[in-house]
């Protein structure tokens, strides 16, 4: 099928169009401009396909343009300019897309610009700068050098994706600096999503140069060289801060006093990053702070254990991490603390105990481990205690039994823990104490790779719950 039939424009009520992997298809209908109510147009995968039909400007409800994958298309000035309510036009992965139409100006709902992808792409045109409701802009993974130097007048930017080395036109223009009440306001709320949940080949932001009155909330670096731009501690309005797939870097920036207003911070995938500043303490707004395959690490510095407001630590895959803090126990908002495969730790400090807050402590494959600190019968907020393949593991501490609102515990795959956790001498552990103040619900303990059931050995009222992992 070359084309679309032409009584598709009899839809007058259509309000979601999309077209899909159409690999032979080469048009849209010139009656696709009927389609008045059409607030959704998707095409993606149509190979065929070069221009679209100049009626398409007489879609004048379109919000949602996504034009991704289209290898061949090209975008005309004539019919975009007339979508005056377009507030997302995505163009991303359109491999033979040269250039953008000059008309940004004209489309004043615009919030979303994306080109990802879009390699035959080399400038942005001037009027971009005068999209004045732009929200996000994405050009990475382009052939983009430079951004235009009117970037400064977009005040409601908040997500910019670009290549680490990607300039501004003129930066002497940037110079002037607007007064604080000029900027719009800068929400507080940031979105939770899981540092582990993310992708590993993330976006990436930036310009040199950025002036500092643009109140950029959301930063991602990506192929770094070995340090990071100064330019980066004077987004003063940033709220998250990722530097990511950057194996060349060497060192964090030593003066962070400048963002304080940073609540999420992920490094990850840096191999040769060995050593993190002490101005971390500076952060004093932190809630999330993560670490993804920093291969050459091998302490934190103790300033992490400054961080006021930290409810979320990832340390994940740093192989030659062989400890944390010895004053850990000051994060007094921790709630979530994950320390997986870090295969060189091989003990958790005592002050562990003093995380009131602590909700759920995952030691995952961190196999030199041999023993937990007495202490982690003290953290009455634990919810979740994760030990699956910690190989070395000998003893788990009598005090869990202290940890009154315990209800996950894995230890599949500790090979090693002793006698005192098996059928028989599971009674010793007194776990009834653990019905006093909560409902807990357990199902099976897996030693060395065998289930036990252990209901008849326990209380009635009483279960644990160990997730079997060894299938």
Same mark, same amino acid.
């Given at each position: 099928? =070359?084309?679309?039939?032409e009584?598709?424009?009899?839809?007058?009520?259509?309000?979601?169009?999309?077209?899909? *992997?159409? =690999?032979?298809?080469?048009?849209?209908?010139?009656?696709?401009?009927?389609?008045?109510?059409?607030?959704?147009?998707?095409?993606?995968?149509?190979?065929?396909v070069?221009?679209?039909?100049?009626?398409?400007g007489?879609?004048?409800?379109?919000?949602?343009?996504?034009?991704?994958?289209?290898?061949?298309?090209?975008?005309?000035?004539?019919?975009?300019?007339?979508?005056? !309510?377009?507030?997302?036009? #995505?163009?991303?992965?359109?491999?033979?897309?040269?250039?953008?139409?000059?008309?940004f100006?004209?489309?004043?709902?615009?919030?979303?610009?994306?080109?990802?992808?879009?390699?035959?792409?080399r400038?942005?045109?001037?009027?971009?700068?005068?999209?004045?409701?732009?929200?996000?802009?994405?050009?990475?993974?382009t052939?983009?050098?430079?951004?235009?130097?009117?970037?400064?007048?977009?005040?409601?930017? /908040?997500?910019?994706?670009?290549?680490?080395?990607?300039?501004?036109?003129h930066? +002497?223009?940037?110079?002037?600096?607007?007064?604080?009440?000029?900027?719009?306001?800068?929400?507080?709320?940031?979105?939770?999503?899981?540092?582990?949940?993310?992708?590993?080949?993330?976006?990436?932001?930036?310009?040199?140069?950025?002036?500092?009155?643009?109140?950029? +909330?959301?930063?991602?670096?990506?192929?770094?060289?070995?340090?990071?731009?100064?330019?980066?501690?004077?987004? %003063?309005?940033?709220?998250?801060?990722?530097?990511?797939?950057?194996?060349?870097l060497?060192?964090?920036?030593?003066?962070?006093?400048?963002?304080?207003?940073?609540?999420?911070?992920?490094?990850?995938? *840096?191999?040769?990053?060995?050593?993190?500043?002490?101005?971390?303490g500076?952060?004093?707004?932190?809630?999330?702070?993560?670490?993804?395959?920093?291969?050459?690490? %091998?302490?934190?510095?103790?300033?992490?254990?400054?961080l006021?407001?930290?409810?979320?630590?990832?340390?994940?895959?740093?192989?030659?991490?062989?400890? !944390?803090?010895?004053?850990?126990?000051?994060?007094?908002?921790?709630?979530?603390a994950?320390? %997986?495969?870090?295969?060189?730790?091989?003990?958790?400090?005592?002050?562990?105990?003093?995380? =009131?807050?602590?909700?759920?402590?995952?030691?995952?494959?961190?196999?030199?481990?041999?023993?937990?600190? #007495?202490?982690?019968?003290?953290?009455?907020?634990?919810?979740?205690?994760?030990?699956?393949?910690?190989?070395?593991?000998?003893?788990?501490?009598?005090?869990?039994?202290?940890?009154? /609102?315990?209800?996950?515990?894995d230890?599949?795959?500790?090979?090693?823990?002793?006698?005192?956790?098996?059928?028989?001498?599971?009674?010793?552990?007194?776990?009834?104490?653990?019905?006093?103040?909560?409902?807990?619900?357990?199902?099976?303990?897996?030693?060395?790779?065998?289930?036990?059931?252990?209901?008849?050995?326990?209380?009635?009222?009483?279960?644990?719950?160990?997730?079997?992992m060894?299938?």
């Amino acid at each position: 099928m =070359k084309t679309l039939p032409e009584s598709m424009g009899r839809l007058t009520r259509l309000t979601y169009l999309r077209v899909a *992997s159409c =690999k032979s298809l080469q048009t849209l209908p010139e009656a696709l401009g009927h389609l008045t109510k059409l607030h959704t147009l998707e095409m993606m995968f149509c190979y065929g396909v070069t221009m679209l039909p100049a009626s398409i400007g007489g879609l004048k409800s379109l919000r949602t343009l996504k034009l991704r994958s289209n290898h061949k298309l090209q975008v005309s000035a004539e019919w975009v300019r007339q979508l005056t !309510l377009l507030e997302e036009l #995505d163009l991303s992965e359109s491999l033979g897309m040269t250039e953008l139409p000059d008309v940004f100006n004209e489309l004043q709902a615009l919030t979303t610009l994306i080109v990802r992808g879009c390699s035959s792409i080399r400038t942005l045109p001037y009027s971009l700068g005068e999209a004045l409701l732009l929200t996000t802009l994405d050009v990475s993974r382009t052939s983009i050098q430079a951004l235009p130097r009117n970037l400064s007048g977009l005040l409601n930017l /908040r997500t910019l994706h670009t290549m680490g080395y990607v300039t501004i036109d003129h930066p +002497q223009h940037f110079q002037h600096h607007l007064p604080l009440h000029a900027l719009p306001h800068v929400p507080h709320h940031l979105p939770h999503h899981p540092l582990q949940h993310l992708p590993q080949h993330l976006p990436h932001y930036l310009l040199q140069h950025l002036p500092a009155q643009l109140a950029v +909330q959301s930063l991602v670096l990506e192929h770094c060289n070995a340090y990071i731009p100064d330019w980066v501690t004077t987004l %003063t309005y940033l709220r998250k801060l990722h530097i990511v797939a950057s194996p060349r870097l060497v060192a964090v920036p030593t003066d962070l006093s400048t963002l304080c207003n940073v609540e999420e911070l992920l490094i990850g995938h *840096s191999e040769h990053l060995s050593a993190l500043p002490d101005a971390l303490g500076a952060l004093v707004k932190l809630r999330r702070f993560g670490l993804r395959s920093c291969t050459a690490l %091998t302490s934190l510095p103790d300033a992490i254990c400054q961080l006021p407001a930290l409810e979320y630590l990832l340390i994940h895959d740093c192989p030659l991490l062989t400890g !944390l803090p010895a004053d850990i126990g000051n994060l007094s908002t921790l709630q979530e603390a994950r320390v %997986t495969w870090c295969q060189a730790l091989t003990s958790v400090p005592h002050s562990i105990g003093a995380l =009131k807050a602590l909700e759920t402590l995952d030691l995952t494959m961190c196999n030199l481990l041999t023993e937990l600190p #007495d202490s982690i019968g003290a953290l009455q907020a634990l919810v979740e205690l994760d030990l699956n393949s910690c190989s070395m593991l000998t003893e788990l501490p009598v005090s869990l039994v202290r940890a009154r /609102r315990l209800t996950t515990v894995d230890f599949a795959r500790c090979w090693n823990l002793s006698s005192m956790w098996t059928r028989e001498n599971l009674a010793n552990l007194q776990l009834a104490a653990w019905a006093e103040d909560a409902q807990v619900e357990i199902l099976f303990l897996i030693m060395a790779g065998r289930r036990q059931k252990v209901g008849q050995v326990l209380p009635s009222e009483v279960w644990v719950l160990v997730r079997d992992m060894t299938h």
